[in-house]
């Protein structure tokens, strides 16, 4: 029996050179079936075969379950964030800072903003949500620790909170577009010199 | 006729001395409706003035429509943000910012949690957030304007990113719970510190 639809001929997902093309039509039927307004709750392994053209079998083969498939669709959709370029902690966090809440795939707005009221509601949708926040926050993080090592940041710096003050003012404007006055375009620049430099008179 | 119900007894709002006893049902009843999943689309004045107890026309005497109605039953829910004390700008901050996104009222986190993911996609729903958002910005943006004038922060202050420095970590925190390892008990005093002081080594 052949599972393979036409649709499992979407463009390859780069950072998975290991799914099938099933696996593809799976993850992408998963994204389509979430973006056109189907709720995570009551999202059905059996939909997302019947979207895919797959059996549930193909499904259950690869996935364990609904969660499993879910966290893997969502770090498709959100894509692998930019990769530091190792010359000063300053670009790079200008560069990873610009990624935050920046939507490649047209599905992921939506998505997010179904996902996002539940994450405090529900124990499932936060570890989803952490799922995709954790790597992004790991790559920061990586940054600033570079950073303690080689001087460029306070030896004494907290990095798990600097991890929330460079991320806190780029998603409220990304996602909320909290402050109507600020410009997107050099946002990360000046978050980033903003919490690098303080705002206290010295 | 009378317009009254039993609800109208409901206890007064503080910071609204010139509300009647049927001004207070009729937004009482409007974040009752909200909070038990009316849509903001779709709830109806006929719906709110059915809840309070009142005629739809002693709605419309008060407000000229929904989107009035709606921003002062908000402005009401999130009630008055904290009054600065005046003798630090680290200790208002920490008090103004202690309050962000901390609601008192038990239907609030519903409330906005169906309101925010629609700011991004509807413009009146845009401007009702901001009519939230921008009287607590008004009020941290009166104790950087202080700071400056009186030497405790940088002559050069960007004062409209630093209103977003100062919420951005406290609003993903408290909303989102962003990261799970930041305590939220202290979180006001380490994000003030952390913007006064910046991370950079010196």
């Known amino acids: 029996m052949s599972d393979m639809t036409s649709q499992a001929a979407a463009?390859?997902?780069p950072g998975r050179p290991r799914s099938?093309?099933?696996?593809?039509?799976?993850?992408?039927?998963?994204?389509?079936?979430?973006?056109?307004?189907?709720?995570?709750?009551?999202?059905?392994?059996?939909?997302?075969?019947?979207?895919?053209g797959v059996g549930k079998a193909t499904i259950y083969r690869r996935w364990p379950g609904k969660d499993a498939l879910l966290r893997d669709a969502l770090a498709i959709l959100k894509g692998t964030p930019p990769t530091p370029i190792g010359r000063s902690v300053?670009?790079?966090?200008?560069?990873?800072?610009?990624?935050?809440?920046?939507?490649?795939?047209p599905r992921s707005e939506k998505i997010m903003s179904c996902l996002l009221p539940e994450v405090n509601r529900n124990q499932d949708r936060y570890e989803l949500y952490q799922g995709v926040v954790e790597?992004?926050?790991?790559?920061?993080?990586?940054?600033?620790?570079?950073?303690?090592?080689n001087g460029e940041l306070r030896t004494d710096l907290d990095i798990e909170l600097a991890l929330a003050l460079l991320t806190g003012p780029m998603l409220i404007q990304r996602v909320l577009r909290?402050?109507?006055e600020l410009d997107d375009d050099v946002l990360a620049e000046r978050v980033v010199d903003g919490v690098l430099e303080g705002i206290r008179a010295r």
Chains 1, 2 share one sequence.
Request: no cysteine; proline share 4%; hydrophobic share 45%.
């Open 11 to 13: 463009p390859r997902s």
């Open 20 to 52: 099938s093309r099933a696996d593809e039509a799976i993850i992408e039927a998963t994204l389509d079936l979430l973006a056109e307004g189907a709720k995570i709750d009551t999202l059905s392994i059996e939909a997302i075969a019947s979207r895919a």
């Open 90 to 105: 300053r670009e790079d966090l200008v560069l990873l800072l610009g990624a935050v809440g920046r939507n490649t795939d």
């Open 135 to 149: 790597p992004r926050r790991a790559r920061v993080r990586e940054v600033l620790e570079r950073g303690v090592r």
């Open 178 to 180: 909290w402050h109507p």
